[in-house]
C-alpha cells in the first residue's frame, strides 16, 4: 500500500478500507492528464522560482520515464497505489529521489483531481462532438437523396399524412445538430482550470494560475477556489448532453425497429449489423438498434447517480466525490459507442422506397388534402370533414384508397368533387404543395438542406 498521506497515523488501514478507498482501478483512465498537469504545474512553479529549473527538467524527464515506461508495459499501474496521483509521486520519488518530492509543491490532490477530471471530460466533450458531427453528414447524405421519397408520416403511430424521407430524417438533423451545439456550449462554460485552487483556500506560495491555465489550454483560472475544488457542474452537464443524445438515438432505433419489421419492411438493415436467431433460422433481428434503445437507461442512470451524490455535498471536497468517475466513464464509452455503431447502422441501411410510399398510399394520408380541396370549393372546414369521414368508411369498407373511387362514386356523396381531385389528392401534390419553412415540399427541403449543408461546413 503506497500512501502519500502516512505521517499522522500510527496504525495501518485495515486492508478491506484501503479497497473502500481507493481509486487506482478507475483513475488509471486519466492517467495521461495526471502527467499533463504535472507537467503544466512543474513548468509554472519553476517560472515563479519555487523549483529550480534543473529540479523542472529532473522532474519533466521523470515524468517521461514513467510515460515510456508504463507504454511499454514495464511499469504497471497496480493496486499497489492508492490512486493515479499516489502512483505517479510515488514512481516519480522512486526514480529521481529529492526532486520529485518537490513536485507536489502548491498543490493538493483536491484541485489535482478536479483538474484531472476536467481534462479528460473536455477531450470525451469534443470527442463526442465529432462523432456527432459524422452522424450528421450521414444524416444530410441520405436527406440529399430522398427529397422524393414519399413516406408516411404518423401521429400515435398511425399513418396521418404524407411526408418525405428528407423530411423525416430532417428532424433527426435538428436534434442531432442541438446536441453538437449543446456540446459547444458545455465546452465553453467548462474550459477553466481548477489547478492552483489548493486544497480549498488556494495557497501562500505566488503561484501563476494564468500562466497554468493558458499551457493547458485553458480559457483562463477558476475564479473560486473552493468552488474550484468542489465543481462538478460541467461533468453533470455533460452527461445530461449524453442523456439527450441518447433519447435520440434511442426514438430513431425504435423507429428504425418498426420500419425494419415484416410488417413494414420500410428499410433493410444490412447484414453486417444484424444478427440471427438460435432457433428461428428466418430471424434477421434489429439488435444494434435495440442495444442503442436499451443503453439509454444505464446513461441516465450515471447523471441521476451524479446529481444524487452532489445534492448533499457541503463545501467543499468531500470523498464522496470520487464517485463521479465510475458511471461517468461508463456513460461516455457507452454513448460515444452507440453514435458509432447507429452511424454504421444508418450508413449502410437501405430504404425500401417502393415499400414507402404503398404506405402512404393506403392510410389515407391524403384524408386532409381532401377536406382542403372542399374548403377550396367553398364548403366549411367542419362540413368538408365530416364529408371526407364518410369517402374514408366508404373505401374500408371497400378495401380501396379515395384515389380508387370513381367521379360517380365521389359525387354520390358531395356533388361538389370534380375531375380535379384526383390531381389535388395525389401523393405528389400533398407533398410538394406544403411548401411553408420546415414543411416536406421539395423545395422547403431542398432549402432546408442548402441551410444544413451551410452549417456543416462552418
Ligand atoms: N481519488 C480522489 C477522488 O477521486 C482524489 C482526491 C483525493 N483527495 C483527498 N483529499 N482524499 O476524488
Not at 430513431?252 to 438460435?278: H, L, P
Request: hydrophobic content about 40%; proline content about 2%.
Amino acid at each position: 500500500m503506497a500512501q502519500l498521506w502516512g505521517g499522522r497515523f500510527t496504525k495501518a488501514t485495515d486492508k478491506l478500507v484501503y479497497e473502500f478507498n481507493a481509486s487506482i482501478g478507475f483513475d488509471q483512465r486519466f492517467f495521461k492528464e495526471d502527467l499533463q498537469g504535472s507537467r503544466a504545474h512543474v513548468r509554472m512553479l519553476a517560472k515563479q522560482g519555487i523549483l529550480t529549473e534543473v529540479e523542472r527538467d529532473e522532474i519533466l524527464a521523470g515524468l517521461d520515464g514513467i510515460e515510456a515506461d508504463v507504454e511499454a508495459g514495464k511499469l504497471e499501474i497496480t493496486s499497489e497505489y492508492e490512486d493515479i496521483h499516489s502512483f505517479v509521486e510515488a514512481n516519480l520519488i522512486d526514480r529521481i529521489g529529492d526532486a520529485g518530492k518537490k513536485l507536489h509543491t502548491g498543490r493538493s490532490r483536491n484541485d489535482q483531481v478536479a483538474l484531472d477530471m476536467r481534462l479528460y471530460t473536455r477531450s470525451q466533450v469534443l470527442y463526442t462532438e465529432s462523432q456527432i458531427n459524422h452522424l450528421l453528414h450521414t444524416i444530410l447524405h441520405i436527406m440529399e437523396e430522398n427529397t422524393e421519397t414519399i413516406m408516411p408520416g404518423f401521429t400515435h403511430l398511425q399513418k396521418a399524412q404524407p411526408i418525405t424521407l428528407a423530411h423525416h430524417l430532417g428532424a433527426y438533423f435538428e436534434m442531432f445538430r442541438r446536441d453538437e451545439l449543446r456540446l459547444q456550449d458545455i465546452y465553453n462554460r467548462m474550459n477553466y482550470c481548477p489547478l492552483g485552487s489548493g486544497a480549498l483556500a488556494g495557497t501562500t506560495y505566488p503561484l501563476d494560475r494564468d500562466y497554468t491555465a493558458e499551457l493547458l489550454d485553458f480559457y483562463g483560472p477558476t475564479e473560486n477556489s473552493m468552488d474550484g475544488v468542489s465543481d462538478r457542474d460541467y461533468l453533470i452537464e455533460y452527461l445530461s448532453a449524453l442523456s439527450t443524445i441518447m433519447m435520440h438515438l434511442s426514438r430513431f432505433s425504435e423507429e428504425v425497429i418498426i420500419w425494419n419489421s415484416n410488417e413494414y419492411r420500410f428499410v433493410e438493415i444490412d447484414d453486417a449489423y444484424s444478427t440471427g436467431s438460435s432457433i428461428m433460422p428466418q430471424k434477421k433481428n434489429p439488435d444494434i438498434a435495440e442495444l442503442v434503445r436499451g443503453k439509454t437507461g444505464r446513461v441516465y442512470g450515471a447523471l441521476m447517480s451524479l446529481l444524487t451524490t452532489m445534492k448533499g455535498i457541503p463545501l467543499a471536497y468531500n470523498k464522496d466525490m470520487q464517485e463521479d468517475k465510475e458511471m461517468a466513464f461508463d456513460a461516455m464509452d457507452t454513448t460515444n459507442g452507440c453514435i458509432q455503431l447507429f452511424d454504421g447502422m444508418l450508413e449502410t441501411m437501405e430504404f425500401n422506397k417502393d415499400n414507402m410510399e404503398a404506405s402512404a398510399k393506403n392510410g389515407f394520408t391524403n384524408a386532409t388534402d381532401a377536406a382542403d380541396y372542399l374548403v377550396n370549393h367553398g364548403v366549411p372546414f367542419r362540413d368538408a370533414h365530416s364529408i371526407i369521414g364518410q369517402v374514408v368508411l366508404y373505401c374500408i369498407d371497400r378495401g380501396i384508397a379515395i384515389d380508387d373511387m370513381t367521379l360517380e362514386e365521389l359525387q354520390a356523396i358531395s356533388p361538389v368533387f370534380e375531375e380535379d381531385i384526383y390531381e389535388a389528392i395525389s401523393m405528389d401534390t400533398c407533398v410538394n404543395k406544403r411548401l411553408t419553412i420546415g414543411a416536406p415540399g421539395k423545395e422547403a427541403m431542398e432549402q432546408a438542406i442548402e441551410n444544413y449543408k451551410e452549417y456543416l461546413a462552418e
